[in-house]
Nanobody, 125 residues
Framework: EVQLQASGGGTVQTGGSLRLSCAAS????????IGWFRHMPGKGREGVGC????????YFLDSVKDRFTISNDNTKNTVYLQMNNLRSDDTAVYYC??????????????????WGKGTLVTVSS
C-alpha cells in the first residue's frame, strides 16, 4: 500500500514556475529517500532530485539544480518540487518516488523502488 501521489502539473509558458506536490504514505521515511523522476516524451526516465534519508542531503540533476528546489512538510507527509524558470525540455510526466538510494552520483537513476502515478508538466514556448 505504498502511495506516492503526484499532483500539480499543468501547462506553463517558458520561464514560468510550477509547484508539484507528493502525498506519500505506506513506507518508512527513515528507510527510503523521497524525490522525483520524470519521463520525457520520446525519451526515457530521468531522475530529477531527491532528499536523502541517509544523510539528509538534497541532490539534483545538474540540468535543474539552479532552477528546482525540494521541500517537505513532515506533518502532512508531503514533498514539494518547486520548478522555476521552466523551459521546453522540462516537459515530461513527473513522478513522485521513493528509493533506498539518493546521492550525488545516483540522482539520475532515482526512483527505481516505488513510484505512483505521474502528473504531466507541459512547458510551451
Amino acid at each position: 500500500e505504498v502511495q506516492l501521489q503526484a499532483s500539480g502539473g499543468g501547462t506553463v509558458q517558458t520561464g514560468g514556475s510550477l509547484r508539484l506536490s507528493c502525498a506519500a504514505s505506506g513506507f518508512s521515511f527513515d528507510d527510503y529517500s523521497i524525490g522525483w523522476f520524470r519521463h520525457m516524451p520520446g525519451k526515457g526516465r530521468e531522475g530529477v532530485g531527491c532528499i536523502s534519508s541517509r544523510d539528509g542531503g538534497i541532490y539534483f540533476l545538474d540540468s535543474v539544480k539552479d532552477r528546482f528546489t525540494i521541500s517537505n512538510d513532515n506533518t502532512k507527509n508531503t514533498v514539494y518540487l518547486q520548478m522555476n524558470n521552466l523551459r521546453s525540455d522540462d516537459t515530461a510526466v513527473y513522478y513522485c518516488a521513493a528509493d533506498r538510494t539518493c546521492d550525488r552520483y545516483s540522482v539520475g537513476l532515482f526512483g527505481i523502488d516505488y513510484w505512483g502515478k505521474g502528473t504531466l508538466v507541459t512547458v510551451s514556448s
